[in-house]
């Protein structure tokens, strides 16, 4: 039986106008799929300025209007790469570093470790991360700033066996403000029922029509490897 804090997904989303950059991780209720989401929202120009676009391994961000980005630094990255048959998702470059440390056999807290929230001045967005191993079992994480003079991080991180209809969602804002909050708690459980192609039109339809940028989600075959990745952006290549 379920625990009472079960949350729907679309009320949350609808709560909350600037959640930032989000990562969902769960299991399809019948079991034989897992479902990642990653989205990203931005309230400046440079950051509304992007879409996602599939690579080898995944996906990364691309500006749609290359004429208009003027600071690349934090918003141009890798956010879903696979290696060994693992599946990271990051909102920054640290998608990198866990890939790396990956390769050489440790693991991605080592990685983490290396790593702190993110140098933008006033909010120090928090970082978010996650990764999907083979079996369907999962892990969430978020490097948060911790003192007033910002030198030092708070570091978290979360291990999920996995349970049919149930995910996890992890954002990096509270909700919207100035400077903007970070994310608070646990990642939330949320209701996984629908379909993978339903369940990504609810994120989008959702997100906040004005801040909202791009979706990606991705559905893997837990018998098989096989993936379905639907991808929607505001601005289309």
């Known amino acids: 039986m379920f625990s009472n804090f079960v949350y729907q997904i679309e009320e949350e989303l609808q709560s909350n106008a600037y959640p930032g950059r989000g990562i969902i991780f769960g299991r399809t209720p019948d079991n034989k799929k897992n479902i990642i989401a990653y989205f990203i929202m931005g309230r400046s120009e440079n950051s509304r300025n992007r879409v996602f676009v599939e690579t080898e391994d995944g996906i990364r961000t691309e500006a749609f209007d290359p004429s208009k980005m003027t600071d690349p630094s934090l918003i141009i990255y890798h956010p879903v790469r696979v290696v060994g048959g693992k599946t990271i998702v990051t909102n920054g470059d640290q998608t990198d570093t866990i890939r790396d440390y990956l390769l050489e056999g440790k693991s991605y807290i080592d990685a983490l470790r290396t790593r702190q929230f993110e140098p933008d001045a006033p909010n120090y967005t928090s970082r978010i991360s996650g990764v999907v191993?083979?079996?369907?079992?999962?892990?969430?994480?978020?490097?948060?700033?911790?003192?007033?003079?910002?030198?030092?991080?708070?570091?978290?991180?979360?291990?999920?066996?996995?349970?049919?209809?149930?995910?996890?969602?992890?954002?990096?804002?509270?909700?919207?403000?100035?400077?903007?909050?970070?994310?608070?708690?646990?990642p939330k459980c949320i209701r996984m029922e629908y379909p993978?192609?339903?369940?990504?039109?609810?994120?989008?339809?959702?997100?906040?029509?004005?801040?909202?940028?791009?979706?990606?989600?991705?559905?893997?075959d837990l018998a098989t490897g096989e993936?379905?990745?639907i991808i929607y952006n505001k601005h289309q290549k």
């Not at 079996?135 to 996995?162: H, M, V, W």
């Not at 209809?165 to 954002?171: A, N, R, T, V």
């Open 133 to 186: 191993n083979e079996d369907g079992s999962y892990s969430l994480s978020i490097l948060k700033n911790f003192t007033s003079d910002r030198t030092a991080n708070k570091r978290f991180f979360y291990e999920y066996d996995p349970v049919a209809s149930l995910g996890h969602f992890i954002h990096t804002y509270m909700c919207d403000g100035d400077p903007v909050p970070p994310f608070r708690g646990e």
């Open 196 to 220: 993978m192609p339903e369940f990504a039109a609810r994120l989008w339809e959702n997100l906040n029509e004005q801040n909202k940028v791009s979706l990606f989600v991705r559905s893997i």
């Open 227 to 229: 993936t379905e990745t």
